[in-house]
């Protein structure tokens, strides 16, 4: 029996060595990535690009303009659907109107 205990020690012994040391954490690492420096002729064409991309007084004075006549189209499509609306709202009525007095309807 005591062969067995240290037999059983002696494999103890020797699976521990192989494991890494569990008693300890493993090492954080506190170093962040720093991102690549800009440099100022880097900047020089991110502003150069977005000045010749950039819309002018002008540009938008004519989108402005463009927009109103836009805007003016679609508002006198709205105001003709609404008289629409209306004169078969009245249609309606008077063909209900027609029916109480007359009766069924004499298309």
């Known amino acids: 029996m005591a062969t067995t205990i240290s037999h ?3 494999l103890i012994q ?4 192989q494991l890494p040391d569990l008693k300890s954490p ?3 690492c506190y170093t962040v ?3 690549p420096k800009t440099t100022l002729g880097e900047i020089g064409e991110m502003l150069a690009h977005v000045v010749k991309h950039m819309a002018t007084k002008d540009d938008l004075a004519e989108l402005k303009r463009e927009l109103k006549g836009d805007i003016l189209t679609v508002q006198q ?3 003709s659907i609404e008289r629409q609306l209306r004169e078969t709202k009245t249609e309606v009525r008077l063909g209900d109107l027609e029916e109480k007095v007359f009766g069924a309807a004499r298309r």
């Open 14 to 17: 020797f699976f521990k060595a």
């Open 8 to 10: 059983s020690m002696a």
């Open 26 to 28: 493993p090492p954080a």
């Open 33 to 35: 990535r720093m991102p």
């Open 77 to 79: 499509h709205v105001t």
